[in-house]
């Protein structure tokens, strides 16, 4: 007889690192998953390359329905673009649910001289190849806005990539108060 689902605890893999959007998200999902089906619903970071080592750690996992990844857009469109040797078939990834939306927000340093995006780019003009930006990782929706507002603005600076959001913020905001 076929065992009734789940009859073992499922894994939300975060292909990002602990502490950010996605993990958060995962964490509520989680905790109201649990009672609900009555099973264990443990979270999983797996963060590198931009998703891909978490999304490849799913796409490979027995189709059971045990183990699930939450996890950006850049998972399913996006990173078959940017990276030539993807370690995942997207294709092997079946999208449930829209679990969350989440908008890029652009943030500067207080001891940044500017106040508005006009000013920032005044400043980073004045200062060409003078500015770093830190993203949650290589090809994330983070990195490639971006990237289009470098480009759109007409100015240079350095991307800075980390493994989720989280680690981006931490060293940022260290780097003010150092």
Known sequence: MADTYPSRPITIVVPYGAGGTN?????????????LLGQSVIVSNRPGAGGNLGAAYVANAAPDGYTLLLASSGVFAINKWLYRDLPYDPSRLTPVMLAGKVPNVLLASPTLPVNTEKELIEYAKAHPGKLNFASMGTGTSGHLMSELFKQDAGIQAQHVPYKGSTAALTDSSAARSS
Do not use: H, T
């Open 23 to 35: 993990d958060i998200l995962a964490r509520a999902l989680a905790a109201g998953m649990s009672p």
